[in-house]
């Protein structure tokens, strides 16, 4: 763990110094046990006077100790602020390059516990979780050691208690660790289907199937339920391991203790003061034991800043002032569970032009605006601006997308503009709001600009979302404008507003739309069909329309589905 905090800490020279205190003090503290030796012959022989200078030692390594200790203090609690601000900083860039594919419900749960919570008992486990951890392992054997010279069966039994607590605290927390990860994916679950469950509230209502939904979530409850059993049941393990070391050692030390005074080897001065010694033997153990499950939350949350803390963050490149020529020849990609998303894709769009992507459900529409938003690294082929090769990094600057379902922050609809693009002017804003039609939304909101968007968006309409939405996509300054199923949940007057907007704005960019109803294709310049990863067929609306191929037929389907009436 130690390895990991360094790597998240970002402060070696700060790390070494911390450690060498630490380190220091349980020696010091030692070291002041050992003294207790002399001291006691010297106060309990025939000349108690000779103890003075034994007491002016020991007096001078507990104030030495104390120093230190204050020293330290300090150091610890500088480093866990500044693994707070690591965890801080970096979680938002990890989260957007997320190394191990799309986050799942787990990891998001975990991302939030790390952030929320998981950031601060960083902050304080430093000291009161690892400067203890250390202090322990490192007294017990520089005791063990001490006592090498004083007694070497006491020594060798010291030593071998440390060994023995360190086992305990490694085999307790592999026990652990299991259940507990069990139990972070249970709460996870959990979490994900009550907070659908409370989305999906119109919609279930509206079918009458609230009752489905609620076997759901009894269901996800019950699972989280049995894991935490499980979860305590593997704690038990963990204390019975400890209890057998606490056992070896009072065992072992009286053993040795007492064969030692038996056959004459400690007097009983000595042999008294050992008992002294297994006192603070025994409280080191006990420490290291409160805090294993502590130490084993501290180390997961450590693990996982770690991660984020090694993540490259995503860098993009800046993008060209003008709308670029978009060129992909012979692109592919392939998921890692084997399928295909793309087969060699080739597809030109050019400057201030509209290209519309339509085709059937899975027939790798969204793969390809995900791949020309520089989200999935395609495996094959190329893609070019301008003529010029670009990878994901590229392509995510010169890239702006809206998306079918737009997320907001809770802020004002300003700030969730001024999140992509702090240099927003308020000319920049007006133009913005012209271009996205998000003026009628502005005129009725009384704080205009300042009117606060809720949690996801939630005190806005759909449209509205949506509109602010392609607003946000409009306010980066990229010229590739990409956008991905924008009108399939909006009603009509919606629709003709992002139709609108993206008629509005189409000599400024090179368009590419993903679409499944017919409205877009009245700004479109050049429609591609896709099916089965492929492009199918290719063309103006009125060329593809007279090929009377798989583009008029799904246009006849829509037209079908446009006329259909319940009777």
């Excluded at 998981?118 to 430093?126: D, F, L």
């Amino acid at each position: 763990m130690l390895t990991r905090f360094r790597t998240v800490a970002g402060a070696d020279r700060l790390v070494r110094i911390y450690l060498l205190l630490v380190t220091a003090s349980a020696v010091l503290q030692a070291a002041a046990v050992i003294v207790l030796f002399p001291l006691f012959r010297a106060l309990f022989g025939g000349d108690p006077v000779s103890a003075w200078p034994w007491v002016l030692l020991l007096v001078a390594l507990i104030a030495v100790c104390w120093a230190v200790d204050i020293v330290s203090a300090h150091r610890g609690l500088d480093l866990g602020l500044g693994v707070m601000r690591q965890i801080q900083r970096r979680t938002p860039d990890a989260v957007l390059a997320w190394p191990a594919g799309p986050i799942t419900d787990t990891t998001a749960a975990d991302l939030r516990r790390l952030v929320s919570q998981g950031a601060t008992e960083a902050t304080s486990g430093v000291v009161l979780m690892i400067q203890p951890l250390i202090t322990a392992v490192i007294y017990t054997f520089a005791l063990g050691i001490g006592l090498l010279f004083i007694h070497v069966p006491a020594g060798l039994v010291t030593v071998v208690c440390g060994v023995l607590a360190l086992a305990a605290l490694w085999g307790s927390g592999r026990l652990e660790a299991r259940a507990d990860r069990q139990f972070e994916e249970a709460s996870g679950e959990m979490d994900s289907r009550l907070f659908e469950f409370a989305r999906a509230q119109p919609s279930l209502r509206t079918a009458r199937q609230v009752g489905a939904g609620a076997r759901l979530v009894d269901r996800a409850v019950a699972d989280s339920r049995g894991r935490a059993l499980r979860l305590l049941f593997w704690q038990i393990p963990g204390e019975f391991l400890y209890g057998l070391v606490i056992q070896a050692v009072l065992l072992g030390f009286g053993v040795v203790v007492w064969m030692g005074y038996d056959n004459g080897q400690l007097n009983p001065v000595t042999a008294a003061t050992m008992v002294i010694v297994l006192l603070r033997v025994i409280e080191q153990i006990t420490v290291v034991s409160e805090m294993s499950g502590g130490l084993g939350n501290l180390g997961r949350t450590i693990d996982l800043a770690a991660q984020v803390v090694t993540t490259e963050p995503v860098r993009p490149v800046p993008c060209p002032d003008h709308a670029p020529e978009l060129r992909l020849s012979g692109v592919g990609v392939r998921f890692d569970d084997g399928t295909t998303g793309l087969r060699d894709v080739d597809l030109v769009a050019a400057p201030g032009t509209v290209t519309v992507v339509i085709g059937a459900s899975g027939s790798g529409k969204t793969t390809l605006l995900r791949t020309l938003a520089g989200l999935t690294d395609p495996g094959a082929g190329r893609i070019t601006l301008d003529g010029a090769p670009v990878g994901p990094a590229e392509l995510r600057g010169a890239a702006t997308a809206a998306f079918q379902r737009t997320v907001l922050n809770a802020g004002t609809l300003k700030e969730n503009l001024l999140a992509v693009n702090p240099h927003l002017t308020t000319a920049d804003l007006d133009r913005i709001a012209g271009d996205a039609r998000l003026d009628p939304l502005l005129a009725a909101a009384p704080q205009g600009w300042g009117t606060p968007a809720g949690d996801l968006g939630a005190r806005l309409s759909g449209g509205e979302r949506q509109r602010v939405g392609i607003a946000r996509a409009l306010a980066k300054p990229a010229r590739v404008l990409l956008v991905d199923e924008a009108t399939s949940a909006l009603d009509s007057a919606s629709e003709r507003a992002v139709v609108e907007t993206v008629g509005r704005v189409r000599d400024d960019y090179t368009t590419v739309v993903v679409t499944h109803r017919p409205a877009m294709l009245a700004v479109a310049d050049r429609v591609v069909v896709m099916s089965g990863g492929q492009i199918v067929e290719a063309g103006t609306p009125g060329e593809l329309a007279a090929a009377d191929g798989e583009y008029a037929r799904l246009l006849r389907g829509w037209r079908d589905a446009a006329t259909w009436r319940v009777r």
